[in-house]
């Protein structure tokens, strides 16, 4: 550059070219389960700033967060560099996932030296912590197991959203499984609140069990699978009509036993 004096000076001007920013949001995983937590990365960009519900997030890195909403929520990243006006902006939602309703089954016991399957329900994945008397299916959930002594057996229960929730079940051992069961040879259905029912105890420790009342003819007048699992009891009545006084027979089956004896229904007059 020459002046009017013709002096002459010159300068230099630096000119960086950078690209347009475009930002990119990374997360870890799409969603949480309860008291879990996810990481976003943010690229593209040479500066960031970070938006999001207050205090459910962490800054790592100027360009990671991790968060950990109560909610679902929304993060968002504006990604930029030196030059002004070069911004980019992107946006990441993150669910927060219920945790699984899950069951490893109700406590039950099995006679000893027999197998008994389990039953875990709530989920998509099933892994039992190790044990030697799990005989087979340990990563299903219906695992067949032989106990010796009465178990505990733990399961961790995964649903399809990778939220795990652990629950346990219970086995005991019946050495002389007649010796639990108390026969019943008798009914009074007179609505006094006092052997109503049929109610067989020490039942509950054999849920998979069935029961068939017959009269002394032979025909069926009752008959139910897993009985006392439930609210139903026979009372001595038929489709709501109650049956005459009289001796009547019922065969209980559960494991392999059978068990059965005369029942009759005593009415007062």
């Known amino acids: ?4 004096f013709g002096c002459t000076a010159k300068d230099t001007i630096v000119i960086t070219n950078r690209p347009v920013v475009k930002v990119n949001l990374a997360a870890s995983a799409p969603g949480i389960c309860g008291g879990d937590s996810v990481t976003l ?4 960009g040479l500066t960031y700033t970070w938006e999001g519900p207050q205090g459910s997030f962490d800054l790592i890195s100027p360009d990671k967060i991790i968060v950990f909403p109560s909610s679902t929520a ?3 990243v504006i990604a930029g560099d030196d030059c002004p006006g070069n911004r980019d902006t992107a946006a990441r939602e993150i669910k927060l996932f219920p945790l699984p309703a899950v069951s490893a089954g109700g406590d039950t016991c099995v006679i000893l030296g027999r197998t008994i399957k389990l039953k875990a329900t709530g989920g998509a994945f099933y892994t039992w912590e190790a044990d030697a008397s799990i005989v087979s299916g340990a990563n299903t959930s219906s695992p067949v197991v032989q106990p010796e002594e009465p178990t505990t057996y733990v ?5 399809v959203n990778g939220c795990i929730q652990t629950d346990s079940v219970s086995v005991c051992i019946i050495e002389d499984p007649l010796s639990l069961l108390k026969p019943v040879d008798a009914i009074t259905p007179t609505a006094d609140g ?14 998979d069990n069935s029961l068939i009342i017959y009269n ?6 009752y008959e139910k699978l897993r009985y006392q699992t439930d609210g139903e009891r026979f009372d001595g009545s038929r489709n709501g009509e109650e049956l005459p006084p009289d001796t009547y027979y019922y065969v209980l089956k559960f494991e392999d036993l059978v ?11």
């Open 74 to 76: 929304t993060f968002k």
């Open 216 to 221: 002394r003819w032979g025909s069926i007048v």
């Open 194 to 207: 006092f052997n109503d029912n049929l109610e067989f105890i020490g039942l509950e420790a054999f849920p």
């Open 155 to 159: 399961v961790a229960i995964k649903d």
């Open 41 to 44: 990365t943010a690229t593209g």
């Open 259 to 269: 068990f059965k004896s005369a029942l009759t229904i005593v009415r007062e007059k």
């Open 1 to 4: 550059m020459t002046n009017t």
